[in-house]
């Protein structure tokens, strides 16, 4: 049972792109493992670095197990005359591989027949593996790849060397050029040139380490220490936690090292925002706080080296951080010299979509948009303030005229809240005014992910969700709606956004609403004439957000899907009401009554969908005089008493008390099921139950579709 | 003192040895190209040499202008005109990485005592139609390099593909100087007196003055007429071009009488291309100028790219049809060509 390795030696892969084909990789070997019946005796362990994807799989099968086989060949009629075997049974045997005499006799249906029982040899494991390593290891999968020799081979980056091994052997592979070997290599710098791999496994890890080279993990801790180490050297400092940026440069090295630099205090004058996005972005160095929070004037370089005893790397790092630095100081003052209110009509000149015009045409629509949803928030009871809105609105795109965000793209909106703050907007407007309009600019792209806080004020939201809105309304029109994992203007992320600033502020304003008057606001514009997807327009941003909304429910707030499906399935345009729906729902899903009433209804929507497949007439209206059982009756007579009720609380969004009212129809919808039968031969009575089923059903389903509720005893 | 080298190269010395390391390793060694580029890749060295099947190896020095990033001489980073070292190895080594960093050592840099960094930089030029992928070259925390596979030049697939790698050379030559402004750079050193040429005593006044002309002065009006009749004539070559890719014995009096390969070969493409390079300063001076709206914007880049695109296909259909050797397939009775009449203007 020897332990295979495979090591695929190349250059620099992105950092961000080891993780998951290291991971895809894996699940390849595995699986390939498992289908050629060379289960391995424990489980897969893989190590990986900017250099090399590294999979090891510890006591695999020399050879895959012997099967016995039965081949069936003539008929034994046809095989055997007067007791001696014909041509056809000698043939037979022969390519069986076997003497006439040890062929057997089968029945099968279609009569007797002539078997051969052989013992298929199993393949060597080396001789599977050098035929399936190549085809597996041009399947990984990658964001982005490259030919280096022929347009067919590709990979992320050339292949210059690999390894694979069955304990000290070398699997014969080849795959874009190169030969497998048993010489990996070690770092560039540290331990240059090749290394014989004695074995695979621990031999391997061991020689590894000694060319200077870690794994993931091992690489993870030493920067942890690093850092930890390294920040003591500063009085009460601690560094900032950065997940994505600590599994960057762990991608980014092979032997990493910490080391502290410095700048000067008179930096911290700029804005932090600016200082860390220069820092972890472009330079990749976290960043050092006090115990208060603030930033101080250090930060900490993670090397792919063993150190720095002359300090020559921190003195670089420190020279390109001063210079950058610099950089972004001299472009705060130079656009200092114009007022983000100047810069509005420089927007003309920013292409915002190419058929959707300039960010100044945008602003405009933005604008007018924001003003009609701040009336719509206002006519349903939400305080906000218009004037701020449009104000913001007005300014929020210029920052993307600036030497700031042209350098620091990742810092858009950030910047002109930013400006807004020092800037004079207006001669007479209050200074908290001036305040909420920065902020509500500097909020404007939020949230940006998943973890993201939504924008802090109620304006910061109408303008975050009215933005987004252009743009979706703008591309669905033009018929740029994304598909499949196409979503090049991540209008995915920008709904999910909507959908969460409009559910975690409560703004009374539907999806229909937003969407109808962000396509109002195109109206008479250039860009409209590009419209392609005019007609389907509605139908397309319903469906699509349905999607959404479905995913932050699920996603986001953890709702079950059941709950989800049958909320959604009674109406999805209005956020805030689904989730006060959706909050309802999950509370009463599991009772009896609502276990039993979602049976029922399943039921009737199969006795319906069944009625109207086999063309069953079904009254429009239900008539009482045409009931005949006392259980019809009682169910005829409690659905409008109750459905009136129902319809009382859900006017007033009272959901619990709604549901509560509902549940009161299950004795009667039970009593029905079990005194009356639907499908009576009897036209006329068939067709007036089905109408107070179909009744039944509407009434009772504009909550929820009961019938999507999984019940209690059928759950998992 | 500088920790970085006690006596470190000036910025002429740097670029003598990376030349004299690419000159050693095979490499032709090209003056820089003598028309404005935005950058070496645009220098015919790189564009048609990359398409095709010819290996070839080449470096040259191109001061690269983006008249959009002039600051008037006062930005100690920023520069309207920065100069390029520009490397293409067709097709590159295996083992390309290993001379890149060799390359390093030639400037004195030793890598025991530094950090360097691969970090994933892919390049795309929509206006060439071309694209690569590859690494910025992180030196201590600063891009020293950029280092690019070519994948597609003139919207084709190439094959085989080029190593191009580009070196800013006021970058490298103000980290082994240690100096915050690239002005303050070594330029020279007078190897008699000891005295230094400094960067900024060399360009400086260049740097203000253009920034002027290009941000304030150039001529909108005119430089938009520039630009039509350089496309113009760039055009009327690239359509005269397919006429005779095409056969077609009707057209214009450039084609000699004669015909196939022979009278391709002498087809003045190459003037087409350097046309089509002024289209794209020139272009860039209007952007700087601020006199591109944004509709135009998009419809004037489309036109440079048409032209590149355009010589970069035809490019490749006259190399593939060049004779084998010049003996054969060439016609004898072509007649001097008519000097190419000056398009109507």
């Known amino acids: 049972m020897p332990d295979f390795l495979l090591e695929i030696g190349t250059e620099e892969i992105p950092a961000r792109m080891i993780a998951g084909a290291a991971d895809d ?68 045997a022969k390519k069986a591989g076997l003497g006439v005499s040890l062929l057997e006799r089968v029945s099968t249906p279609k009569g007797e027949y002539v078997a051969a029982r052989v013992i298929r040899k199993g393949r060597r494991v080396e001789e599977i593996l050098s035929e399936a390593l190549p085809k597996e290891i041009a399947s990984i999968y990658w964001p982005k790849n490259m030919y280096w020799r022929k347009p067919s081979e590709r990979f992320v980056r050339p292949v210059r060397w690999l390894v694979a091994m069955l304990d000290d052997q070398i699997v014969p592979i080849e795959f874009g050029g190169v030969r497998s070997s048993n010489e990996s290599r070690g770092h560039r710098i540290l331990a240059a040139g090749r290394f014989r791999v004695p074995a695979a496994g621990a031999p391997y890890i061991h020689a590894l380490r000694g060319a200077k080279v870690l794994g993931q993990v091992e690489r993870e801790q030493q920067i942890r220490n690093g850092l930890d180490k390294a920040t003591r050297e500063v009085e009460a400092a601690r560094w900032r936690e950065d997940k994505p940026l600590l599994d960057t440069v762990v991608n980014l090295t092979e032997w990493p090292s910490v080391i502290l630099g410095s700048f000067d205090r008179e930096f911290l004058e700029l804005p932090e925002e600016v200082l860390v996005t220069v820092m972890r972005d472009h330079q990749k160095y976290f960043a050092i706080e006090d115990a208060k929070g603030r930033l101080l004037p250090n930060f900490l370089a993670i090397l792919n080296t063993e150190g720095d005893p002359q300090g020559l790397i921190r003195h670089g790092n420190e020279r390109v951080l001063r210079a950058r630095f610099n950089d972004a100081r001299f472009f705060w003052q130079t656009d200092q010299k114009h007022s983000l209110r100047e810069r509005v009509s420089w927007l003309k000149n920013v292409t915002f979509q190419k058929d959707l015009g300039s960010y100044y045409d945008k602003t405009r629509r933005v604008q007018r948009l924001c003003s009609w949803i701040c009336e719509i928030l206002r006519q349903n009871g939400t305080a906000v303030r218009p004037g701020v809105i449009h104000k913001a609105a007005c300014l929020a795109k210029t920052d993307l005229t600036t030497e700031l965000v042209k350098e620091f793209t990742e810092l858009q909106g950030i910047v002109g809240g930013l400006y807004a703050q020092v800037q004079v907007l207006d001669r007479d407007m209050p200074d908290t005014t001036r305040q909420l309009i920065a902020q509500v600019i500097y909020d404007q792209y939020k949230p940006e992910s998943a ?133 309802a729902v999950g509370t009463v899903r599991g009772t009896a009554d609502f276990d039993s009433i979602s049976v029922a209804f399943k039921r009737i929507k199969n006795i319906l969908r069944q009625a109207k497949e086999t063309g069953r007439r079904i009254r429009p209206l239900v008539d009482p005089g045409a009931f005949r059982e006392e259980a019809e009756q009682e169910l005829g007579r409690k659905i409008p008493e109750i459905a009136t009720a129902v319809d009382a609380f859900r006017q007033q969004r009272d959901y619990a008390r709604a549901l509560a009212e509902i549940s009161t129809i299950r004795p009667a919808v039970d009593g029905f099921f079990d005194k009356v039968m639907v499908m009576v031969e009897d036209e006329d009575l068939r067709a007036n139950r089905l109408a107070l089923l179909a009744t039944l059903l509407k009434e009772f389903s504009t909550i929820a579709d009961f019938s999507e509720i999984v019940a209690e005893g059928t759950r998992n | 003192m500088n920790p970085a080298r006690p006596n470190p190269l000036t910025l002429q010395e740097l670029t003598l040895r990376l030349q004299t390391f690419w000159a050693e390793r095979g490499c032709v060694l090209q003056p820089p190209f003598d028309l404005e580029l935005g950058a070496g890749t645009m220098a015919p060295e790189t564009f048609l040499r990359v398409l095709g099947p010819q290996p070839y190896k080449v470096a040259y020095v191109q001061p690269s202008r983006r008249p959009a990033d002039g600051r008037y001489g006062e930005n100690p980073n920023r520069l309207y005109k920065h100069l390029q070292l520009q490397v293409i190895l067709k097709p590159p080594p295996e083992d390309v990485q290993e001379l890149y960093l060799h390359s390093l050592g030639a400037m004195g840099i030793d890598l025991a005592h530094h950090d360097i960094k691969f970090e994933e930089d892919n390049w795309e030029s929509p206006t060439l139609g071309a694209w690569g992928i590859g690494w910025q070259v992180m030196l201590d925390g600063l891009e020293i390099t950029q280092f690019t596979y070519f994948q597609q030049c003139g ?154 695109v355009g010589i970069a296909k035809a490019w490749v259909d006259q190399q593939l049809s060049q004779p084998e050797s010049s003996e054969e397939g060439e016609p004898a009775e072509i007649k001097p060509v008519v000097p190419l009449s000056p398009v109507a203007y």
């Open chain 1, 25 to 92: 990789l894996r699940r390849r070997i595995e699986n390939l493992l498992e289908r050629e019946r060379l289960r391995p005796a424990g489980e897969l362990a893989h190590l990986d670095s900017p250099r090399r994807l590294s999979i090891f799989a510890p006591g695999v099968p020399a050879a895959q197990p012997d099967v016995s086989e039965q081949l069936t060949g003539p008929s034994v009629s046809v095989a055997f005359r007067d007791g001696q075997p014909t041509p056809a049974a000698l043939a037979f």
């Open chain 1, 451 to 583: 973890n993201d806080p939504v924008p802090r004020a109620v304006e910061g939201a109408v303008l975050s969700i009215c933005d987004k809105a252009d743009t979706i309304a703008g591309m669905f029109a033009l018929g740029l709606e994304p598909t499949g994992s196409k979503d090049p203007f991540a209008l995915r992320r920008q709904a999910n956004g909507i959908v969460r600033t409009v559910a975690e502020h409560k703004l009374p304003v539907s999806l229909g609403q937003l969407f109808e008057l962000s396509r109002e606001s195109y109206r008479g514009s250039a860009a409209e004439k590009k419209f392609a997807n005019a007609r389907n327009y509605d139908q397309a941003i319903e469906g699509f957000f349905r999607e959404r909304l479905q995913f932050y429910m699920r996603e986001h707030l953890g709702l079950a899907y059941d709950v989800v499906n049958a909320v959604l399935a009674a109406g999805a345009d209005d956020v805030v009401d689904v989730l006060a729906r959706a909050d």
């Open chain 2, 155 to 308: 919207g084709m697939d190439l094959s085989p593909i080029s190593a191009e790698l580009t070196y800013g050379l006021e970058r490298i030559a103000a980290f082994l100087e240690d100096v915050d402004s690239i002005y303050d750079v070594n330029w020279a050193r007078d190897p008699l007196s000891g005295r230094t040429v400094k960067y900024g005593d060399v360009r400086l006044a260049e740097e203000l003055q253009l920034s002027v002309y290009n941000f304030e002065a150039a001529d909108v009006e005119k430089t938009w007429k520039h630009f039509d009749l350089y496309e113009a004539e760039s055009k009327e070559l690239l359509e005269q071009y397919s006429l005779l890719a095409k056969g077609d014995k009707s057209s214009r009096p450039l084609h000699g009488q004669g015909s196939g390969k022979g009278v391709r070969r002498r087809f003045p493409l190459l003037a087409a291309y350097e046309l089509c390079l002024k289209c794209s300063h020139l272009f860039n001076i209007l952007d700087a100028r601020g006199a591109i709206s944004v509709t135009e914007r998009v419809g004037v880049i489309a036109r440079v790219r048409a032209l590149a």
